[in-house]
């Protein structure tokens, strides 16, 4: 089965410290990774997804993301974090097998960005 | 939240009642899908639409029901037949192509309660 693993519910970092969002993978085939942001009762924003190409991507707000194949990771990163990042971050991987396409997340990491 | 909005955004329920949650995209988006948000569950899919007149259950379609006479719009309906309506509903959509790699967007949400 596919699936998506964000093994931390919360994140707890200091302000300009590097900030690290773990996620792991399960997936038939390719993988087709996404990170999303959200902020309280808002949508999701796209911060940057892996297709293909360089294992790493870099994305909007600094962001940046880590793809490993050989550990199934695709982990979020920022070399230094603003109380602005104060979020919950969804990680979610393309169904490649049913269902149109649709999204699998994980259940989702609140990182806590402090002064 | 792009060019997809939603609306209402709270909207309350009553025992026995029917309710329609809007979404509509300007974005020329061909595909559509409407996603669950639960606490610590991350996002399960509804029901989502590949193309006008044409659209398909999700995993948790149940009590639920859609339509797509148009491109821009997907309205979701809960029936009365969804027990435990109350949860953030999201709206999505992305360009629609063979290798599944197209972002989705999401809109701003709708939140629904039960009176």
């Known amino acids: 089965a596919q699936s998506v693993a964000q093994p931390e519910d919360q994140v707890n970092v200091a302000e300009g410290n590097p900030l690290t969002v773990k996620c792991t993978y399960s997936?038939?085939?390719?993988?087709?990774l996404f990170w999303y942001v959200q902020y309280p009762n808002r949508g999701l924003q796209f911060l940057l997804k892996y297709i293909t190409g360089d294992n790493l991507v870099k994305g909007s707000y600094g962001f940046e993301a880590e793809f490993n194949k050989s550990q199934t990771s695709f982990h979020l990163k920022k070399p230094s974090a603003l109380v602005s990042d104060s979020a919950l971050y969804f990680c979610a991987v393309r169904d490649s097998v049913n269902q149109g396409g649709k999204l699998i997340f994980g259940q989702g990491t609140e990182l806590s960005v402090k002064p | 939240d792009g060019g997809i909005t939603q609306s209402p955004k709270y909207l309350f329920r009553k025992e026995g009642q029917n309710v329609t949650l809007s979404c509509e995209q300007n974005?020329?988006?061909?595909?559509m899908y409407w996603y669950r948000q639960d606490p610590g569950q991350g996002l399960r899919l509804i029901y989502y639409s590949q193309i006008v007149n044409d659209f398909q259950k999700g995993d948790i379609a149940e009590g639920y029901s859609v339509s797509r006479e148009k491109k821009e719009s997907f309205p979701l309906t809960v029936t009365s037949a969804q027990k435990n309506p109350t949860a953030f509903y999201l709206c999505?959509?992305?360009?629609?192509?063979?290798?599944?790699?197209?972002?989705?967007?999401f809109g701003p949400g709708t939140r629904l309660l039960v009176l």
């Open positions: 974005l020329n988006h061909d595909a």
């Open positions: 999505a959509s992305s360009t629609r192509t063979s290798g599944n790699q197209e972002t989705q967007y």
């Open positions: 997936v038939s085939g390719n993988p087709y």
